[in-house]
């Protein structure tokens, strides 16, 4: 269910391990980019993307290296990326797992990067080709929610993120020389939307072969007395189950059904499961 509410910042909670380690990470290159100038040469020679590099010199890792880059000649280029990670993406992973999530951050980031080098000769660093797939991400997962731009003016992100796609699409395509990577932003939208909408296929496709040979599937949806357990356990048993399949293939891949199973059983535990929710 969607919630229509306005988006919260919530500074109190810690960031998970996924958007943490980014953020650290990146921090670490920008730093080190910025003291040492015949280091940052190296590092921009060899892992910003390029076309030459990966097209004719096989630099393949630059589509995976160029995320943790950002111009070392200002701050706001790594600040924005990381504010806008932090922002949108701390709440993706908690609710995808951290497996699916950077699953989700380098598939975005490296299409953003291929996509980049089809359509610019220009050399790219930065992280906003991933940055945007997550925008995204949480755009399609919460689109009635409000964030307030320069702090003022409140927009429903599915408006401000179909905004993000225009400018970034005709940018793209027209004679711009600003010196943003507009088709790296273009590219982590496009794939990350074909991923969201379009993959999750496979595993219902998947999973209808896995209900076929297992026909008990359905009964473990509905608690019943008598059968040899009582519903805590039968809930830990399951939650089990569903937080082993959320680590194989994401939480946006769980049915509707196995959704509200997850939190019927989680609120069941939180009031009577005393061994381990107290």
């Not at 194989?248 to 059983?265: A, C, D, I, S």
């Amino acid at each position: 269910m969607y919630n229509n509410g306005p988006y919260r910042l919530r500074p109190g909670g810690m960031l998970p391990p996924a958007v943490k380690n980014i953020i650290f990470a990146n921090a670490i290159f920008w730093f080190m980019m910025l003291m040492n100038y015949g280091l940052r040469n190296f590092m921009l020679q060899q892992f910003a993307l390029d076309r030459i590099g990966v097209v004719y010199q096989f630099k393949v890792w630059q589509l995976v290296t160029y995320m943790f880059l950002h111009d070392p000649n200002g701050f706001m280029h790594i600040f924005l990326n990381m504010l806008f990670l932090w922002m949108f993406g701390a709440e993706l992973e908690r609710e995808w797992g951290t497996r699916e999530f950077l699953k989700y951050y380098f598939i975005t980031g490296i299409g953003a990067g291929i996509l980049n080098i089809v359509l610019s000769s220009s050399p790219t660093i930065g992280a906003s080709g991933a940055v945007y797939g997550v925008m995204l991400a949480y755009a399609l997962r919460y689109p009635n929610r409000y964030i307030y731009i320069y702090f003022l003016f409140p927009v429903k992100i599915k408006y401000f993120m179909a905004f993000l796609a225009l400018i970034s699409f005709f940018s793209t395509f027209g004679s711009y020389g600003d010196g943003i990577a507009h088709a790296a932003h273009l590219g982590g939208i496009v794939i990350g939307y074909i991923y969201l909408k379009y993959w999750y296929l496979f595993y219902k496709i998947k999973d209808s072969f896995s209900q076929i040979k297992t026909k008990t599937d359905r009964t473990r949806m509905k608690y019943t007395k008598g059968g040899g357990e009582d519903k805590v356990e039968y809930y830990r048993r399951v939650i089990d189950e569903l937080l082993d399949k959320i680590n194989r293939v994401g939480y946006l891949n769980l049915t509707e059904e196995e959704k509200k199973l997850l939190e019927e059983g989680s609120n069941y535990l939180r009031k009577h499961d005393k061994k381990n929710y107290n």
